[in-house]
C-alpha cells in the first residue's frame, strides 16, 4: 500500500502548478511543459548546440501524455488529501467503536446531510443543498479536528 503522506510530499516537492502543455514549443516543434512563471519542467534547454533532445528521449512523449502530466500535477494532489482525509474519518469513526460507542449515520434535510449519532449525542453534517465536498469537509472538521460544535468534546471524552 501507498504512503500517501509520502506521495503528497514528492507532489508539494515539484515545480509548483498548474503546469500547462505547450506543443510546438521547443526546438523544432516538440511540445513541452511549463509550470508557474513559466518555469520549464519537460524538455528544459539544457542541451547542446544542434541537439532536439534525441540524446535525452528516445520518443517524445504525446501529446496526450503531456496532457495527463499536466492534469495530474493538480490533480493527484488533491486526489491524494482527499483519500487522506477519508482515511481520518474512517479512522475516527473505526476507533469510536472500538471504544464501544454506537455510532449511526441517518439522512438528514437531504443534498448531502446527515446526522451523525454517537451514543444518545448527535450532530448535523454538511451543508444542505452542498456538495459532497462540503459533507466530506465536514465530518473530517467534526471527527478528525474536533472543530465546530461542544458535541466533539462531550463525545471524545465519553461523558454520557
Not at 508539494?12 to 516538440?30: I, K, L, Q, Y
Not at 511543459?33 to 534547454?45: R, T
Not at 474512517?90 to 455510532?103: D, F, H, S, Y
Request: charge should be negative; hydrophobic fraction near 40%.
Amino acid at each position: 500500500m501507498r504512503d500517501l503522506k509520502a506521495d503528497l510530499a514528492l507532489c508539494e516537492a515539484a515545480t509548483p502548478g498548474p503546469w500547462e502543455w505547450t506543443p510546438d514549443n521547443w526546438n523544432g516543434g516538440f511540445g513541452g511543459i511549463v509550470g508557474k512563471d513559466n518555469a520549464e519542467v519537460l524538455f528544459p534547454d539544457h542541451r547542446n548546440e544542434g541537439d532536439y533532445g534525441d540524446a535525452w528521449f528516445e520518443e517524445y512523449p504525446s501529446e496526450a501524455d503531456g496532457k495527463f502530466i499536466v492534469e495530474a500535477r493538480v490533480g493527484w494532489p488533491e486526489a491524494i488529501g482527499r483519500a487522506i482525509r477519508a482515511e481520518g474519518i474512517l479512522r475516527a469513526i473505526l476507533e469510536l467503536t472500538e471504544q464501544g460507542r454506537a455510532v449511526e449515520f441517518t439522512e438528514d434535510w437531504g443534498g448531502n446531510t446527515l446526522t451523525i449519532h454517537i451514543d444518545d449525542a448527535h450532530s448535523h453534517v454538511g451543508v444542505p443543498d452542498g456538495s459532497f465536498d462540503d459533507l466530506l469537509e465536514s465530518l473530517y472538521q467534526l471527527l478528525v479536528k474536533g472543530c465546530g460544535l461542544s458535541f466533539v468534546r462531550f463525545v471524545k471524552e465519553g461523558k454520557p
